[in-house]
């Protein structure tokens, strides 16, 4: 009787989280290297020589900087997020876009866009708006795969004053309306 097949266990890399086989195709392949000659030396047998001894100087000095840096308290820098191809992303705004369209000539759907940028969570936000409103609300996917508040109805007219009062830590100067494709401050 043939054996079942079992899952192949794959080792990924501790800095750029890509396999540790693509390490070297990979962003910052000079910062993996200490990590991949502690983890992985069996898979680059030319780190742990080296060129010509000079690059293996370098690199067990990057090991040695790591493991003593891992130790103390230094602060630490901020995780860059980076786009395939190395390119670095921008960080989001933090603002909340309020966005009305109309559907049925007369009915109206309220967008709300940002407010999981300011820590609150979409799903208590949703019950909070349908429940001060009277109204259904519901969090869903937006166009660019962001989640977004959906509420039935025109409620733009409060909106702002409710936001700032239920979550004082939003400030009224990063609300924003969607105005005939402009984006207008609230205030």
Excluded: H
Aim: glycine share 8%; proline share 7%.
């Amino acid at each position: 009787m043939a054996e079942k097949p079992q899952p192949f266990q794959v080792l990924y890399c501790g800095v750029c989280g890509l396999p540790a086989e693509y390490c070297e195709f990979g962003p910052d392949f000079e910062k993996c290297k200490p990590w991949l000659i502690q983890n992985a030396p069996d898979l680059y047998p030319d780190l742990l020589k080296g060129a010509d001894g000079k690059e293996a100087d370098k690199v067990s000095d990057q090991l040695q900087s790591t493991s003593i840096s891992d130790g103390s308290s230094a602060p630490k820098q901020e995780e860059v997020k980076r786009l395939p191809g190395g390119k670095i992303k921008k960080k989001e705004k933090k603002e909340i876009v309020i966005e009305k369209m109309t559907r049925n000539k007369r009915k109206c759907i309220t967008t709300i866009k940002g407010l999981d940028l300011f820590g609150i969570k979409l799903s208590d936000a949703s019950k909070k708006l349908g429940k001060k409103f009277a109204t259904g609300a519901s969090v869903v996917k937006g166009p660019t795969e962001k989640e977004q508040i959906d509420v039935q109805g025109d409620i733009a007219y409060d909106i702002v004053d409710f936001l700032t009062e239920t979550w004082p830590d939003v400030p009224e100067s990063a609300i924003f309306f969607v105005e005939d494709g402009k984006k207008v401050p609230a205030v």
